[in-house]
C-alpha cells in the first residue's frame, strides 16, 4: 500500500474526467438499455479509435488535431451506419453492432500491427491512460459535454435515429481520448444496469453509482500502485452490483418511464 502517491494536482483533473464522462453517458446509457442495443458504446468507441489510429498510421499526431477529426469522422460514419442498419434490419441490430465492433477491433489491429509502438498505443485506447489527463483537456469535453445534455435533455424526443446516433458518437469519441474504451462501456452502461429497478430519482442514483465508482477506483489503485482504467471498471461493477442488490425491483411500467 502507497499512501505516499496521493497527489491531488493527479487524481483531482482524472476524478473531473471520469464525472464528465459519466455527465453524457448516464442518460444515454438509459436510453441504450431500453432500446436494447447494449453495445453501441463499444462500437462506436471502437470505430473512433480506429480514426484515430488510421490518422496515426498516416503519420499525425495521436493527440493532435487531424486525429480528432478523423475519430469524430469515424464515428459519425459508423452512426449513420447503424442509423440505417436500425431502419432496414432493426430485429438483428444488436447482432449488427457486434459485428461493427470486431470490424473495428480487427481493423485497428491491423493497421498497428507493423508499427513497433502500435500495441501499447492500442492498450492506451482500450485501457485509457486517465491519470494523465490535464485540465487543459477538460474545458473543451466539458464545452461539449454541456451541449450534448442541452440538446438531449430539450429535444431527445424529436432527433431522431440519426440523432441519437450521432450525439451518441460526438460523446463516446471525447470520452474515448480521456479514459479509453473499456471505462467508456463501463460508464454507460453499469449506472443504467445498476439503477434499473428504481421508480425514481433513477438519474441521480446513477450519477452516484458512477461517481463512486471512479472515486473508489482512483483511489484503491493509487494505493496498491494499479493501472486506474481496469481497477475503475472493477469498482464501478461491485458499486453497480451492491446497489442493485438492495433495491426492489420497480414494476416494469415505471422502469420504462424513467429510461425515457
Known sequence: MNLDAFNLSILAPAFLAGLLVLATHVPLGMQVLAR?????????????????????RLGFEPEGWVAQVAAVAAALAGAALLTWT?????????????VLFALGASGGMILVANNPHGGEHLQDL????????????????????????????????????????????FAVTASVQLVGVYLVFASLIVPALATRGYACRRLHAAYAVGAAGYLLGLVASTLFDLPSGPVIVW??????MSVHRFKAPAPAQEEAAVAR
Open 235 to 240: 469498482a464501478l461493477a461491485l458499486i453497480g
Open 126 to 169: 482500450l485501457a485509457g491512460q486517465i491519470l494523465w489527463v490535464g485540465y487543459a483537456q477538460l474545458l473543451p469535453v466539458a464545452v461539449l459535454a454541456a451541449v450534448i445534455l442541452a440538446v438531449w435533455f430539450r429535444f431527445r424526443e424529436r432527433i431522431g435515429r440519426f440523432g441519437f446516433y450521432g450525439l451518441f458518437a
Open 86 to 98: 436500425e431502419k432496414r434490419w432493426p430485429d438483428i441490430q444488436e447482432a449488427l453492432i457486434g
Open 36 to 56: 436494447g442495443i447494449v453495445f453501441i458504446d463499444l462500437a462506436i468507441a471502437q470505430i473512433a479509435t480506429l480514426g484515430v489510429i488510421a490518422a496515426d
